[in-house]
């Protein structure tokens, strides 16, 4: 599994997991894929607030490509029925 953003009332979105960016730490960053788009902290936190998650077998990666703090949310899903795994990821 990669990285999926879900966001309520949305398509869910691939991420892909980049460290080859000019300036990206060690840590890499996110960035929303076949986009040079970043998902950054401050973008996702905004997100999350309106009821947003990453799905992904990386957790802590994912955490530290975006900056968040090691024990911060990645978000939960309103409905575990919506978490769909599948090709694409």
Not at 3 to 14: A, D, F, I, K, W
Not at 18 to 46: C, D, I, M, Y
Not at 65 to 85: H, Q
């Amino acid at each position: 599994m990669g990285y999926r953003l879900h966001t309520p009332g949305e398509p869910s979105r691939s991420l892909r997991w980049t460290n080859s960016r000019p300036g990206a730490p060690r840590s890499g960053v996110l960035l929303f894929k076949h986009a040079s788009e970043q998902l950054t902290a401050e973008s996702f936190r905004a997100l999350r607030d309106q009821g947003a998650w990453i799905e992904t077998d990386r957790p802590a990666a994912a955490r530290a490509a975006m900056g968040l703090e090691p024990d911060e949310s990645l978000g939960e899903p309103a409905d575990p029925e919506l978490v769909m795994s599948g090709p694409g990821l």
